[in-house]
């Protein structure tokens, strides 16, 4: 059973950071793209980042590119999402998830098949 676990997420003050861990069991970020979401309250769920299927490229949205960074931690399937000079606008509850056989870089929440719980991320000014 393929199963994501996200943590790390808090209150910080505008310019802070974060660093929001993900923890897969099942299927292989190598094989399957990894991305991730955020949710804000009264918002659809849109995309942050994600890792190519097949390699360790990444890809980031244009509201956090330069502030964000994927990186794959010393554990089998466990990737971080470093997030640095927070802003209020980035509050809101962070899902990881793993993409749908087939897919090579997913933006859209229907591309992916597992997910996480999330975690609530919160930036005061």
């Known amino acids: 059973q393929v199963q994501l676990v996200e943590s790390g997420g808090g209150l910080v003050q505008t310019g802070g950071s974060l660093r929001l861990s993900c923890a897969a069991s099942?299927?292989?970020?190598?094989?399957?793209?990894m991305g991730w979401f955020r949710q804000a309250p009264g918002k659809e769920r849109e995309f942050v980042a994600a890792i190519i299927a097949g390699g360790g490229s990444t890809y980031y949205a244009d509201s956090v590119k330069g502030r964000c960074t994927l990186s794959r931690g010393n554990a089998k399937n466990t990737v971080y999402l470093q997030m640095a000079s927070l802003r209020p606008e980035d509050t809101a509850v962070y899902y990881c998830a793993i993409g749908r056989g087939g897919v090579w870089i997913g933006v859209r929440p229907d591309e992916y098949d597992v997910w996480g719980q999330g975690t609530q991320v919160t930036v005061s000014s």
């Open positions: 099942g299927r292989t970020f190598s094989t399957y793209p």
